[in-house]
């Protein structure tokens, strides 16, 4: 506390902290007493901290079963397993002695992100760009980064302003203040940090991947991975935002780093190739369970029991809990969105559904009619709309599938997508449903050397799809008719989309 300076009444002037004196009450008061500076357990510095240790394990604590409501837990036990051993022994070399959590959520996105007190979590999309245990090694030792260095908590107190410590006291005491902890905190998640805190992190989980006898170059490979995806497509990562680095910059500074360890600690060399892919071999690839899938022009959810043939000049993609097709110019789309009542609930009504989905929407009723989709009833109605503007034909259609409810949404300028539905979109049995089989990552060895155009053959049934299994491989440079070495061990993903984003 000597390091310390006093606030002055300039000082609280400037950050309304005057108006703590006047307005807030005890209790608040002896929350601030016990709040102030502390040491950051990165840089030794001191910094002021208005949440202790154990709040903020408190409040990750509760939070992380929201997350868990949100994106749903991968139901892969040994994958489970197998990330916490490794997430454990990188984290055993981290400044903060916290209780570490490691978490594989049930979603396709390339992403992975931490909870303050110590909760961090990866998707299966992220898993599947790995192509050795390192590289795991290195996203969840940046993410431990941002834990150790309390990115979160100091974003936390930025976002939350005067309001802090009347939310603070919430979250510790369980009263309602803790709503605006947990929306503040979950919303944090899906927001960007800023370059320092980005460069921090990159740079403490590079350390703490070398400290665990891991490649420290791990860090700048799976960077480079990331900078090949965004080459490919611009649009497809978050984390590549103006408001970040730029990975390519990411990339020369874990490099030289790495140099840097590898000096330091020469003995870290593990990659752990085998181990990481016997723990991915089955894995469930692509989009949640309730999100569904397209293979072979077909949308198949499991979940819902549906099954949806795709119209051949439209193209479509799996959102949320649904699918969303359109035709090149944009000027035709139709979004079907799947969703059930909360627990103990019954359905809605479709009534009820279209309002809530129509809601400070400006359009005007043409008309409405009963529909009848999936197994199940419900009501269509008919609006003229202005998008962007150009008056199209805006038509809602939601239906009641007993334990289930559908929402499909039509967009074209004259007719309406939902009459390309009927047909093309069925109810499947349970027994049918359950035999439905989600993409999966397998991982092949080979026997005899082999060139991507024959394994692609023979795996893929298709020899041009040698330069897809050369991109999540990692072999970009390998000419697709070149001899692999026998014994080379590949991922192979029959159903492949580099399509899916996240933040790292």
């Known amino acids: 506390m000597e390091n310390c300076q006093p606030v002055t009444p300039a000082d609280a002037k400037k950050t309304g902290a005057a108006l703590l004196f006047i307005l807030i009450p005890a209790v608040l008061l002896a929350l601030l007493a016990t709040a102030g500076c502390a040491t950051n357990p990165v840089t030794g510095a001191s910094e002021i901290m208005l949440f202790s240790d154990d709040r903020e394990i408190a409040m990750g604590r509760r939070a992380h079963d929201q997350v868990l409501e949100q994106y749903g837990r991968d139901d892969n036990e040994p994958l489970q397993r197998y990330v916490t051993a490794v997430g454990e022994r990188v984290s055993e070399n981290c400044e903060r002695r916290l209780n570490y959590h490691f978490t594989v959520i049930d979603s396709g996105d390339i992403n992975a992100f931490a909870l303050p007190g110590g909760y961090v979590y990866l998707t299966r999309g992220i898993l599947a760009e790995f192509t050795d245990e390192a590289q795991l090694a290195a996203v969840i030792g940046h993410e431990l980064g941002h834990v150790n260095a309390r990115h979160n908590m100091k974003r936390l107190q930025t976002a939350l302003g005067m309001n802090i410590l009347t939310a603070a006291v919430g979250a510790a005491t369980g009263s309602s203040a803790w709503q605006q902890v947990s929306g503040t905190l979950l919303g944090l998640v899906g927001q960007k940090y800023s370059r320092d805190h980005e460069r921090e992190a990159d740079a403490l989980g590079t350390r703490y991947t070398a400290r665990a006898g891991y490649d420290p170059r791990a860090m700048s490979g799976f960077l480079d991975r990331l900078d090949e995806l965004h080459n490919d497509d611009p649009g497809l990562l978050q984390a590549l935002s103006a408001s970040h680095p ?235 008719h070149r001899p692999l070495p026998a014994d080379t061990i590949l991922k192979i993903i029959a159903d492949y989309d580099a399509t899916r984003h996240g933040d790292t």
């Open 246 to 480: 730029l990975t390519a910059e990411r990339v020369a500074h874990t490099a030289a780093l790495a140099g840097e360890l590898e000096r330091q600690y020469p003995a870290a060399r593990r990659h752990d190739q085998e181990a990481f892919y016997r723990a991915i071999d089955g894995m469930r690839y692509g989009p949640g369970a309730q999100a569904g899938f397209i293979r072979d022009g077909i949308y198949w959810n499991r979940y819902y029991r549906l099954r949806l043939t795709l119209p051949e000049n439209r193209t479509s993609k799996v959102v949320g809990r649904g699918i969303l097709w359109r035709t090149a110019d944009n000027r035709r789309q139709l979004l079907l969105v799947n969703g059930e009542p909360a627990t103990g609930q019954p359905a809605p009504a479709p009534a009820t559904l279209i309002d809530g989905y129509m809601k400070d929407k400006k359009a005007t009723l043409r008309g409405w009619d009963g529909i009848t989709l999936a197994g199940g009833t419900g009501q269509v109605r008919r609006y003229r709309a202005d998008a962007n503007g150009r008056a199209v034909n805006l038509d809602v259609a939601a239906v009641d599938r007993r334990d289930r409810w559908l929402l499909v949404v039509s967009l074209a300028d004259s007719g309406s997508e939902l009459d390309l539905l009927g047909g093309r979109l069925q109810e499947v049995g349970t027994a049918e449903a359950a035999a439905i089989e989600p993409p999966r990552v397998r991982i092949v060895r080979l026997a005899t050397p082999a060139s991507l155009a024959d394994i692609a053959a023979r795996e893929l049934g298709d020899a041009a799809r040698a330069a897809e299994i050369a991109d999540y491989n990692r072999l970009r440079q390998v000419p697709e």
